[in-house]
Structures are given as structure tokens and as C-alpha cells.
């Protein structure tokens, strides 16, 4: 009995993942084939919608404010960046709203770092030495809300940096994030759905098999 339980719980597992899978690369899949949008070419960001297709070659990344903690190997698996939406009038050029970006630790961190720090090497010169920096990173994915968490820590980190209150700093958040299509979407993700779905069918026939025999 104990090792019917374990095929049949496993095929139930196996069939739950492959649903959640399948309807992920499906919601991907509606995703990508929209129109995509340009960052900057779209200046007011008010207009942006959960599951807006979002393509752009980054060149500003100010920092990252919040990350994704695995107790278990001591490291980093994901981190937040900041976008800024730069605006230029008679005065200069200023911030008016942050988007989130998240990065996973194996697509790897060090291309957001480096141009983290060119863009706040350009943004505190006051020799007008620095070029503004070049687009380096190809962005490709889809915007999604924010969690509390995530936004609770772009407020906080605003706040400190500019120096103004909560209130305040909430007012230059673009609440969503972007996160980057992975390449386990589109037909790929449907094939592995597909795998997990045969493997549940197969455990679970085989837990029925055995009852049926033991019985």
C-alpha cells in the first residue's frame, strides 16, 4: 500500500506540474507574440499593462534594490534592478519613474553590474567627461505587477536615496517588472508540459497497476 501511495502521489504530482507548466508557456507563448514595446520609445509608462511584451536594449541600470535569498547554497538566485525613465527638458535632464527588471542568477548578474556602474559614473559626473552609456543588454519578456515585497523595497530604497518620504517616493515607481522570456518557454515549455504529463499518466497507471495486483 505504502508503494501504491508513493506512484500514485507522484503521478498526481507529476500531472499538477505538468498543467501549471503547460498553462505558463501557454500565457508565454499568447506573450511573445504580441507587438513588442520600446522602453524608450515610449515615454509615458502609465500606459503599460500587466502582459505587455516589453523589447529593449538597455543602456541606464541604476542599481538593483531587492534579491532572492537560497539558504541552502548561501547565494543569490534572482535580483531586481531599477530602469529609470529619463526626461529631458530646458532644465537637464531628470528621473521621472523606476520599472523593475529581474535577473536570474544563472542568466548571470554581471552584465546589469557593469552597467550599473557606467550609468553612475555618467549620472555624478560633473565634468561632462562621461558619455552616457551605450545599450548593452537585450531585454526580451513581459511586464508583470509587483509584489508588495519587491515594491515596499523600491519605496524604501527612493525614499533613502532622494531623501524624501514614503509617500513621496512612491509617486516615481512604474509598478511592474519585467521579467525576461527564459528559454524553457514557447514550443520548448510545451514539450516539457507534454514529458511531465506521459511521466504522470505512467505513475499513476502504475500505482492502479500494483493495487490492482496486490488487491
Known sequence: MRFLNRLTIAGVIGLIAAVVFFSSSVRNMVSMSKPAVDLYETTDWSEL?????VKTNVDFVYDYFYYNYDEDSNKETSRAYMIPNLVQNADGIYIQEYIGVMV???DGFAPYDAAVNRSIAWWTDTTDQVA????TIELDGYLRKMKNDEKDFLVEYIAGDWGMSEDEAEQYICPYMIMPYEKSDGIGGMI????LFLLGIVLSGAGVFVGFRRG
Open 104 to 106: 536570474n542568477a544563472k
Open 192 to 195: 516539457g508540459a507534454g514529458a
Open 132 to 135: 552616457f552609456p551605450e545599450p
Open 49 to 53: 499593462k500587466k502582459g505587455t511584451h
